[in-house]
């Protein structure tokens, strides 16, 4: 480990720095800017609108819009900070402050203008889930509403959130809560009734209401330090952020934009999710029969972060790892987090990528539904389908089917997703074992600290938001026998 952080580079102070937008990117700014301004409420609020309407206009992530206008309105922080509350507060509570609204509407949800809807979601959200005045929340969702539907649109608004502020939250809940424990569960929390079915064959209804409940939580930044590079008391000096509970490279950042710390700009830290380094380390510490020949791979290794943590071990031990990513435009983002790792990256499909077998080590973090990591896209639970799930499996079959060809006797090869989804997860790895004899599940939650519980009924490991503070990560081991 490195005995202190040091900068790879010197940077001009913020008093020498130039503006280096070019003419288009100030033009942007300053339209911008009128944009917000032109809808007649406080900023906060123009911009949280102004999010929805990128997010369902035009399917954009709030998570990478709300960000840069921020930057660009450059709000004090209480103001951001409200402006941040609302918007991924709208967008996680869509589902039930729609069916409130429409009960709320003289005509369908699907015959209101979406601009005008963005509006009065704003509005309920604030009056539901806030303690914003009901007089302010109702006249500014009103104001936005008319200045993008016209007068005419105003009166509608303000009767559908007048309506909304005789109750509160818990007569609406209790008054429109469908039939079926699940499904009120759901609705309680703001999920389709489909992932709330999901979740709950896995952990029961017990659990149900604490794992929805925690993906309506802004989670806390993790970071991962480089081993070999900065060690995470270190980062966690640099950052004021505090060690991480699990991996011994993580770091707890509770506030502030991980983008402008020096270890994250230099790249001896990353933003990565502990459960997420867990796997990636798992895979890596796990023993190999007949000696680890120093030859590892990452099949699916967009967008790099468990290809960067393991091109840094492997670094230590003295290995190699090849990465594989189907997207050339992604390939190069990986190439230039590992510039100087012991990794070679392929621009290849994993289902067929052209190595020569006998690997000592894999990792499959296989594309997913992602369903592990709805906190964190606030709008995905909306945008998700169930029948998306077939072919992502069928996906997943065959880069674990892939896998196990390439896999050396007495390798092992890990698989992972960022989803609990038993057609994601145990319905692969079975499937893997029944199609491949020559494989054997091993323990992998004997690879997990011992401070982590609760990790399944099986030898996989599945961790949960409620229980860890991790994404919902998937991760087995299977090891080839001969």
């Known amino acids: 480990m ?34 917000v301004n032109s809808l007649g409420v406080d900023p906060a609020r123009s911009i949280a609108y102004r999010v929805l309407r990128k997010v369902h206009g035009e399917g954009a992530y709030a998570n990478l819009v709300l960000p840069r206008l921020l930057r ?6 209480r103001d951001a900070a409200f402006a941040t509350e609302i918007t991924y507060g709208t967008l996680r509570a869509e589902g039930t402050l729609d069916r409130i609204i429409e009960h709320c509407s003289s005509r369908p949800l699907e015959r209101i203008d979406s601009g005008v809807l963005d509006a009065v979601r704003l509005g309920a959200y604030q009056l539901l889930y806030t303690r914003v005045d009901a007089h302010a929340a109702v006249d500014t969702s009103v104001t936005m509403a008319g200045s993008v539907g016209g007068a005419s649109v105003r ?22 809560r469908p039939e079926g424990e699940i499904a009120g569960i759901a ?4 999920h389709p009734r489909w992932i709330a079915d999901s979740f709950s064959r896995v952990l029961g209804l017990q659990e149900l209401s604490l794992a929805l409940a925690e993906d309506s939580q802004r989670p806390i930044t993790h970071l991962v330090a480089r081993p070999g590079e900065l060690s995470a008391e270190e980062l966690a ?11 011994p490279y993580a770091v707890y950042l509770p506030q502030g934009d991980p ?80 510039r100087d790792l012991p990794v070679s990256v392929h621009t290849a499909d994993g289902r067929d ?35 998306d799930i077939e072919d992502l499996v069928r996906l997943q079959k065959q880069l674990v089917d892939s896998a196990a060809k390439l896999l050396k006797p007495g390798g092992v090869l890990g698989y992972s997703t960022c ?59 299977l090891r080839r026998e001969k």
């Open 2 to 35: 490195s005995g202190g952080f040091r900068s790879r580079s010197r940077h001009a102070s913020a008093s020498t720095r130039k503006d280096r937008r070019s003419p288009a990117e100030r033009t942007r700014q300053r339209q911008g800017k009128r944009d």
């Open 72 to 77: 660009d309105q450059r709000l004090n922080q």
């Open 155 to 176: 009166g509608f608004a303000n009767a559908i959130l007048r309506e909304i502020s005789r109750h509160d939250t818990a007569w609406w809940l209790s008054t429109l």
């Open 187 to 190: 609705f309680e929390h703001s």
């Open 237 to 247: 000096m640099i950052s004021g952020g505090e060690v991480g509970k699990y991996s």
């Open 259 to 338: 983008g402008r710390l020096e270890p994250v700009r230099e790249g001896m830290a990353a933003v990565q999710d502990e459960g997420s380094q867990l796997i990636a380390q798992a895979v890596v510490a796990a023993p190999v029969t007949g000696g680890d020949q120093g030859r590892w791979l990452d099949l699916c290794a967009g967008p790099g972060g468990k290809a960067a943590l393991m091109g840094a071990l492997a670094r230590i031990d003295g290995a190699h790892l090849d990465a594989v990513e189907l997207s050339e435009h992604r390939s190069q983002l990986i190439r230039q987090t590992v």
């Open 353 to 387: 990528p052209g190595l020569t077998p006998g690997f000592d080590r894999i990792l499959v973090d296989a594309p997913c539904s992602g369903l592990g990591a709805l906190r964190r896209r606030p709008e995905a639970r909306w945008r998700k389908q169930e029948s």
């Open 419 to 477: 989803s609990p989804d038993l057609r994601e997860t145990r319905g692969v790895v079975d499937w893997l074992l029944g199609e491949h004899p020559e494989l054997r599940e091993d323990n992998a939650q004997s690879l997990m600290p011992e401070a982590m519980h609760q990790l399944g009924d099986h030898l996989s490991v599945q961790m949960w938001p409620h229980r860890h503070g991790t994404d919902a990560m998937f991760f087995a081991l």
